[in-house]
């Protein structure tokens, strides 16, 4: 069974540009989640999914972060324009669970660098 | 919000040690998950346990929810378990996002 698949694996920009992410989760997983992993931190949910509904986006900053799941399957997300506080790991993770009361699985990770 | 808290932060270890993680929370759990972050950023699940005791080759964990803890211990350890140790949870009263702690960082010596 193939994992969750993120692209790209790195990226580095200058402040104030744009950038997209994207995430293929495990086949047949209806809940999504984009997580923020800032150096020496666990990471923290950006906004979950289930299908291509939102469940929970509390804490995405939803003045340069947008995200969406068309379709129910695979996921963007975007920053508009970037900071220097944005550099982090994005991660992406799939449940098949309802609502995410299952086991999550992870993609690698992009790694984003602003500067 | 729930509270997770991980312990020790760092750790080193001689190949072949055993060491014990533990990690307490602050409210009733649906979920607990332990992962280890590997040197390339992965997130590897190791185990799925709200409650009980699994075993996983030289890894076991063990989650006393009424007390509101749990414990992941490698016996023999390799240079290859050395990284970033997480508990992630789910408290009862979220959607299902994950609450992780900041994370047990074990260095192996060969």
């Known amino acids: 069974e193939a994992g969750v698949a993120q692209s790209p694996r790195y990226k580095i920009i200058e402040k104030r540009q744009s950038v997209a992410f994207w995430c293929n989760p495990i086949?047949?997983?209806?809940?999504l989640y984009w997580y923020q992993q800032i150096l020496g931190q666990g990471p923290k949910l950006l906004i979950q999914?289930?299908?291509?509904?939102?469940?929970?986006d509390s804490q995405l900053p939803k003045d340069r972060f947008s995200a969406e799941r068309l379709k129910g399957v695979d996921s963007t997300l975007k920053i508009q324009p970037a900071k220097l506080e944005d550099s982090a790991v994005y991660l992406c993770?799939?449940?098949?669970?309802?609502?995410?009361?299952?086991?999550?699985?992870f993609g690698p990770g992009t790694r984003l660098l602003v500067l | 919000g729930i509270q997770v808290e991980q312990s020790p932060p760092d750790l080193i270890l001689q190949e072949g040690a055993n060491s014990t993680l533990r990690c307490n929370f602050s409210?009733?759990?649906?979920?607990l998950q332990w992962f280890h972050q590997n040197p390339w950023g992965q997130l590897i699940n190791l185990f799925y346990?709200?409650?009980g005791t699994k075993q996983n080759g030289r890894l076991s964990a063990t989650t006393v929810a009424t007390e509101r803890y749990s414990l992941l211990y490698i016996s023999s350890s390799q240079t290859t378990d050395s990284g970033v140790y997480f508990c992630?949870?789910?408290?009862?009263?979220?959607?299902?996002?994950?609450?992780f702690g900041q994370g047990t960082t074990l260095q192996v010596k060969p």
């Open positions: 992630a949870l789910h408290g009862s009263s979220n959607t299902g996002k994950l609450i």
């Open positions: 409210d009733s759990v649906n979920n």
């Open positions: 999914f289930q299908n291509n509904g939102v469940v929970d």
């Open positions: 346990i709200p409650s």
């Open positions: 993770a799939s449940s098949q669970a309802d609502r995410g009361y299952g086991t999550q699985y």
């Open positions: 086949s047949g997983h209806a809940t």
